[in-house]
């Protein structure tokens, strides 16, 4: 869980792209952070639905995913 004013306060986005939006709002929450913590609780529940871009791989995806990746690193 992130906090909404964490978030607002460094202009954090999910970026709008098909696969894999969630890798630069993850690298800059970590980079932003003053500390993180982690707790031994389920706090995340993933359903996974046939068809989903999770399961799907197809070029469109798996390019989104790519250029994401080099933006991180």
């Known amino acids: 869980m992130v906090n909404r004013d964490f978030v607002i306060h460094y202009g954090i986005l ?3 792209i098909y696969a894999g939006n969630d890798v630069m709002f993850s690298t800059r ?3 932003f952070a003053k ?3 982690a707790k031994a609780e ?3 529940c ?3 639905v046939h068809g989903s ?3 799907e791989s ?3 995806n798996l390019e989104s995913r790519y250029f994401a990746s ?3 690193n």
Do not use: H, P
Request: proline share 0%; net charge positive.
């Open 42 to 44: 389920y706090v995340y």
């Open 29 to 31: 929450i970590g980079w």
């Open 35 to 37: 500390s993180i913590a």
């Open 46 to 48: 993933a359903t996974v």
């Open 58 to 60: 197809s070029f469109r």
């Open 14 to 16: 999910f970026e709008e």
């Open 70 to 72: 080099l933006r991180r």
């Open 53 to 55: 871009l999770t399961n």
